[in-house]
Structures are given as C-alpha cells and as structure tokens.
C-alpha cells in the first residue's frame, strides 16, 4: 500500500539535545511538508520541499532543519535552539508544485521533552 | 496572508443530531477549500474539497458548499454517528508554482457524539 510512514511514534528527548524524525513516502509525490499540531492552534507549517535537493521555510522554521536527499524521504531536526519542542509533528506530501490539491499526512510523531 | 476561522469548540452532540461547524476564509485570488478530519492518534485525512466557487464537496453524508460571496465554506452533516467523533480541521490552499500545495489550516473544531 503507498502512503507515508513516520517514526518513531513517541519519542522523548532531554533538553539540549538534537533529535531527528523520519518521513518516507512511496507515493512518488514531488513536494513534501513538516507540519507542527498544538492543541487549539491547529496546524502550522515548519519546513517544505518541492524537489530533492531544495527545501523552503514555512511559518515557524527557527529551531528546525530538514534535507531532502532523496524523492521519497524528508526528515526533520528538532534542535536544541527550538525553545518549545514538544509537539506532535506531521509529515505530507503532495503530487507538486503548483497543486492546490489533496495533501496526504503520516499518522504523526509526538515529542515530549522532559 | 490567507487565513482561515473556524467556529469554537468543542462541539458535543447526540447521534442521530444535525451538524454545522463554520468555516470563514480570508484570501487573495481564488483559493481552494478543504475539510480534513483527524481521528484520535493518526494524522489528517481529506474529507472533502472544492476548487472553485458555489462548488458542493461531499463525502460519506457530509457536505460544504464554497460561497464566495460570504467567504465561508460550512461544513453540514444531516445525522451524525458516534463513528464521526474527530477533530475537523478546514484549510484553504492557494498553491503557485513557487508556494506548491502548501495549506493554510483553522484551529480545528473537536466533535464528540454521544450514543
């Protein structure tokens, strides 16, 4: 079945510590994004890439960095100078650019930082 | 910027009863509209869309028409069942060739159904 897969699903990290998750999609879709969910504030868009090699900032990039080495994979780096990090985070991807269309989302990271 | 209101929560209702969560956009130029819904620990799947305006979107009983001229996109289901208790998230995409299919999304509206 194609979709997107992200992992791990929890995770925990100590404060001042740099942590990466993963997204890998095998839908062959051009574009992916990182998502950040808090409650009541909806979602909010961290990073996206619309061809490998090539990544753009979303609305509240400070404190992440992506790469987008391959078609099929985008993950993201929580680093330590996020000031909030703990969240549920969100990948999806697309069919491309200039597509006002369907995103299809992983079912979700949560990160807690103790 | 685009932005999208969406009617405060949470909703909790009885099966069986009629459903409206409101859907109020502001945009530049002529966006999409969609309803995504969010059932508990999994990501957003979509519910429903429409790309232009008076368009009806509808899916598994649930329906929202794209009015322009209120710039609103409601989202109405006729009987609801204790199976739709999600949250409902209303987004709206003005993608370019240079933003892509980047989504402007609502706070999300919580709906619980109660036998």
């Known amino acids: 079945d194609g979709g997107i897969t992200q992992s791990p699903k929890y995770l925990f990290r100590k404060e001042g510590q740099n942590v990466t998750l993963s997204c890998e999609q095998n839908?062959?879709?051009?574009?992916m994004y990182w998502y950040r969910q808090d409650p009541g504030q909806g979602l909010r868009l961290i990073y996206y890439s619309q061809i490998v090699n090539d990544f753009q900032k979303g609305d509240i990039a400070e404190g992440y960095s992506v790469s987008r080495e391959k078609k099929e994979s985008f993950p993201l780096t929580v680093t330590s100078a996020q000031k909030n990090p703990t969240a549920f985070y969100l990948c999806?991807?697309?069919?491309?650019?200039?597509?006002?269309?369907?995103?299809?989302f992983g079912e979700g990271s949560r990160l807690t930082v103790l | 910027g685009d932005s999208v209101t969406q009617m405060e929560g949470p909703v909790t209702l009885s099966e069986e009863a009629f459903l409206t969560i409101n859907c109020t956009y502001t945009a530049t130029g002529y966006p999409s509209l969609f309803w995504y819904v969010q059932y508990p620990g999994e990501g957003l799947q979509l519910l429903l869309k429409a790309t232009k305006a008076d368009d009806k979107g509808s899916n598994k009983g649930f329906e929202a028409t794209y009015r322009k001229e209120t710039t609103s996109f409601h989202l109405e289901k006729g009987s609801v069942q204790v199976s739709d208790s999600a949250v409902y998230f209303c987004a709206l995409g003005s993608g370019t060739e240079t933003s892509g299919s980047r989504l402007t999304f609502g706070e999300g509206t919580q709906l619980t159904v109660n036998p």
């Open positions: 839908l062959n879709h051009d574009a």
């Open positions: 999806a991807s697309s069919i491309g650019a200039g597509n006002t269309g369907e995103l299809f």
